[in-house]
């Protein structure tokens, strides 16, 4: 059976999902408790927000296309909070997240979760996506995998979307590690703006060194000095994995 949903935006590049068995199995498998508060990204006409909000205790639900806000605002329930704005720009410590994003924002969205720290994450993710998390690709692929159990758990065809996407999609949960010192370093260097030089400086000193030991521990582990004076946004995943070899806390 298949729910009634409006056409996308295709600015903000939605897809609505409308096959509710898929959406009955993303809410099992984020095996929520009333216990439990969750951040919605995308609530699209309300499909999946209505079930979050059934078995959790406190839903906040962003959607950036104000034209469903009519649709979203017909929601009944005391334990729903919809935000009108970019997730992105909200503290999301404390929060489980569960969420059919926008494709495009699939691995801004994991890093951002990794900065706040979130525990928990159910998503329905574009297939090429999954494939660079499972495979450890790039940079986001080897953070993620860093800091995360990634499961897939069922592919989504793409007839299960209003209007379909180019790719089939993935369920998939991500359940945060038990992280070493050293992983917690990469995400001081990672959480920081500015020169990726400084952010070695700044990271190092909140491990427990003095600025005069941290310069002196990057002078000896003979970076190129034009890595170093790069934004901290141009980090590669090769870079990230000669910090983990070279950085011994």
Do not use: C
């Not at 929601?75 to 494709?103: E, H, T």
């Not at 720290?117 to 574009?126: A, D, H």
């Amino acid at each position: 059976m298949k729910t009634s949903i409006p056409e996308s935006n295709s600015d903000l590049a939605q897809h609505f999902l409308v096959d509710e068995k898929v959406l009955k199995k993303e809410v099992e498998i984020a095996n929520l408790s009333k216990e439990d508060k969750i951040i919605e990204i995308g609530a699209g006409k309300g499909a999946l927000t209505k079930l979050l909000a059934k078995k959790s205790k406190f839903v906040l639900a962003f959607e950036k296309d104000i034209s469903l806000k009519k649709d979203l605002s017909k929601i009944d329930s005391d334990n729903l909070k919809i935000v009108y704005d970019d997730a992105m720009n909200y503290d999301w410590r404390g929060y489980k997240i569960v969420s059919n994003i926008p494709y495009f924002l699939s691995g801004d969205l994991i890093l951002k979760a990794i900065q706040d720290r979130v525990n928990n994450i159910t998503l329905i993710i574009g297939e090429t996506f999954k494939e660079k998390l499972i495979n450890h690709d790039g940079k986001i692929g080897f953070i993620a995998n860093l800091f995360y159990d990634i499961k897939p758990i069922i592919k989504i065809e793409k007839t299960s979307f209003k209007p379909e996407p180019r790719t089939n999609s993935w369920l998939i949960t991500l359940r945060k590690k038990q992280i070493s010192d050293s992983e917690n370093f990469l995400l001081d260097i990672i959480n920081r703006k500015g020169k990726i030089k400084n952010a070695l400086i700044y990271a190092l000193v909140n491990s427990g060194k003095t600025k005069n030991q941290a310069k002196e521990i990057i002078d000896s582990i003979n970076l190129s000095p034009q890595v170093l004076e790069k934004p901290t946004s141009k980090l590669t995943k090769e870079f990230l994995e000669k910090l983990m070899d070279l950085i011994k806390l």
